[in-house]
């Protein structure tokens, strides 16, 4: 995580009309797709193959979110459906998270509702689960609602808690009686000091308990982390408790981040999930990413002055 300001303001300019045309203009071809797949489906696909080949599950995503229109969120719902018969007619070791704002929930809850039921309802088809991604804080209540509803119907569905919110730890404790597949994170949006731990330090502190929590009940728990401390600890706090490297919880990372730790993290025997995104709108993503590091700013800022320089 970046010191406030900096990541303030990178996460402001993402919202600046002329910074979203001239990065979404020549983003990609500077250095977006250390991060992203690609701009389609046929980009992704070698992608996730490749991943599958070198031992690492995937998560797909296709970019996207505070989608208002009806029929927008139904394609993305069809693509996620397609998506999902793709990797069964493949065996591809593969599942999706989408953002609930991709399927409609700043146009009205149900209807994001009945999209996610119908992913979940595909990703059941096709023998592999479905989560949504956590957003700004201002989604929580209807995200864990809407789980809250496709989990009675799906034990396939999973959710997502940021450890940044001061709630989270209380979100979980009332979920655990399900016995939830949570993926945890730090989290990624710009939240203000009444609803999330300014400091690094208690984030991270947060994050730990979390983590021991949900490691400590019944259900699936996904470290999704690039932050080596936090994934020593886990990996001996599971060790501790006589946890399988792989049955009750796995590692999650970034494609195109920290790749060698998430390779070690698979050669000791943990199951490691890359999570993958592909799609035309990535700028939103990209920011994030780069918000979040700034070599990541430098790297990107060379490859518009240096273009064939290789880093
Ligand atoms: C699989 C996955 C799913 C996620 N889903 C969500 C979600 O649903 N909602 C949400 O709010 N957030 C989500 N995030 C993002 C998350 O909240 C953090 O913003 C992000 O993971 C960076 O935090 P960190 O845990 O890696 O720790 P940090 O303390 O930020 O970083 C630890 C180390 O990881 C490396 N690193 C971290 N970020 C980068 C980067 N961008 N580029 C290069 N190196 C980096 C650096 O070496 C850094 O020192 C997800 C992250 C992952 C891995």
Redesign the pocket.
């Known amino acids: 995580?970046l010191d406030r300001p900096l990541r303030a303001g990178i996460l402001a300019a993402a919202d600046n009309v002329l910074v979203r045309r001239a990065v979404t203009r020549y983003g990609m071809r500077l250095g977006a797709r250390r991060f992203v797949a690609g701009e389609s489906v046929a980009q992704f696909l070698p992608v996730a193959r490749a991943a599958n080949a070198q031992g690492f599950a995937v998560?797909a995503t296709l970019l996207g979110e505070s989608v208002r229109d009806r029929g927008e969120t139904q394609a993305v719902t069809r693509e996620y459906c397609e998506l999902l018969r793709a990797f069964a007619a493949e065996g591809l070791e593969a599942n999706v998270?989408f953002k609930l704002t991709h399927v409609g929930l700043d146009i009205d809850a149900e209807l994001a509702f009945e999209n996610a039921a119908r992913i979940a309802a595909a990703a059941e088809e096709a023998g592999t689960a479905v989560r949504m991604?956590?957003?700004q804080s201002c989604y929580v209540d209807r995200t864990l609602a809407i789980y809250r509803r496709l989990r009675e119907m799906h034990a396939n569905v999973g959710f997502?808690l940021?450890s940044y919110l001061y709630r989270s730890q209380s979100d979980l404790s009332a979920m655990l009686a399900l016995a939830p597949n949570v993926?945890i994170?730090?989290?990624?949006?710009l939240e203000p000091p009444e609803r999330a731990h300014p400091r690094?330090r208690d984030v991270?502190e947060s994050y730990l308990a979390l983590a021991e929590l949900a490691l400590s009940h019944d259900g699936y728990t996904a470290i999704?982390?690039?932050?080596p401390r936090?994934i020593e600890h886990v990996a001996r706090f599971a060790a501790d408790r006589g946890l399988a490297r792989r049955g009750r919880f796995e590692f999650?990372?970034?494609y195109g981040?920290?790749t060698p730790l998430a390779r070690r993290m698979l050669e000791r025997g943990y199951r490691v999930?890359l999570?993958i995104p592909y799609g035309e709108y990535w700028f939103p993503y990209l920011m994030?990413?780069l918000a979040?590091?700034p070599?990541?700013l430098a790297f990107f800022i060379k490859g518009a002055f240096f273009p064939n320089s290789s880093s």
């Open positions: 995580m998560a998270a991604d956590m957003e997502v940021q993926r994170v730090k989290g990624a949006y690094k991270d999704a982390t690039h932050d936090i999650q990372m970034l981040i920290s999930r999570s994030r990413r979040e590091r070599a990541n």
